[in-house]
């Protein structure tokens, strides 16, 4: 651990590269906090990493990427350590890392291999990279009397069913259930555990589905008729991440444009 603490909340986002990730990681920066960006390594990623944190830094914040692959239980420990070694505390966590199935096709042809990665990723390294930033945070009273968060990011097929990618819809709904053990758990600490379900939003994951959800839009699928953006992810993230749903617990907000509110 360093041998002081920053000044500035400190929030480790996973998948942050790209999407609602990176999105996250820049509307936190802006809120004030320090960033540990986290995706998996690659030499794209490695290439994109000193420009990201550049573009952070323009920003006000301080930012380190540590790459690995969040599916890699003892990677976690190298995540919580990077962060408190640079800055000396994690006040937030956002779990967004994720994959989709490998294809979309009839639930009855669905293979182990896609079953399993959407659990590894979706469900499995949720649990457990919650786990231990829990088991941190738990030990260690928060700085200067900051909010201290985790925040999961699932989906709306949380509620929604889509049959062509059950594997998938089954690791969200699990790790919605994973954001209300937590909650409760952690809830007399004043640790808030909040779950963000994005709805049909601008993302390389749903661009090979592009025609299929206009074609939803403009049959009034979704009320606010348009695509949702990552930033519409991330204004929620920041209003989490600072405390700001007062009096809550394990409290989950749909930014989906009205996709699931049932109507008739």
């Known amino acids: 651990m360093s041998l002081s603490v920053c000044s500035r909340p400190v929030a480790i986002v996973t998948g942050s590269f790209r999407g609602i990730g990176r999105s996250c990681a820049m509307g936190l920066a802006r809120a ?31 930012s380190l990427a540590a790459l690995g692959d969040v599916a890699e239980l003892d990677f976690h420990k190298t995540l919580l350590d990077a962060a408190l070694a640079r800055w000396g505390r994690v006040d ?28 590894l990723v979706n469900t499995r390294a949720v649990f457990f990279l919650s786990q231990t930033i829990a088991r941190y945070m738990v030990a260690n009273e928060p700085q200067d009397g900051t909010h201290r968060s985790i925040i999961n990011i699932t989906s709306s097929n949380v509620k929604a069913v889509s049959i062509a990618r059950g594997e998938y819809c089954v690791s969200k709904a699990a790790t919605s259930m994973t954001t209300k053990l937590f909650a409760l758990r952690l809830a007399p600490t004043g640790i808030g555990v909040y779950e963000v379900r994005p709805g049909i939003i601008d993302t390389d994951l749903t661009r090979p589905a592009r025609a299929i959800y206009d074609k939803m839009i403009a049959e009034h699928g979704v009320p606010m008729e348009r695509w949702g953006y990552p930033s519409d992810v991330a204004s929620t993230v920041v209003c989490m991440a600072e405390g700001r749903l007062i009096y809550t617990v394990g409290q989950a907000i749909a930014v989906d444009g009205g996709l699931v509110m049932p109507r008739y």
Do not use: M, T
Not at 37 to 42: E, Q
């Open 32 to 62: 004030g906090f320090n960033i540990l960006l986290n995706d998996r390594d690659s030499d794209s990623n490695r290439e994109l990493a000193p420009q990201f944190e550049r573009e952070l830094a323009e920003l006000g914040a301080d």
């Open 92 to 119: 937030c966590l956002v779990n967004n890392a994720g994959v989709p199935a490998h294809r979309r096709g009839d639930l009855l042809d669905v293979q182990p291999g896609s079953f399993d990665d959407c659990i």
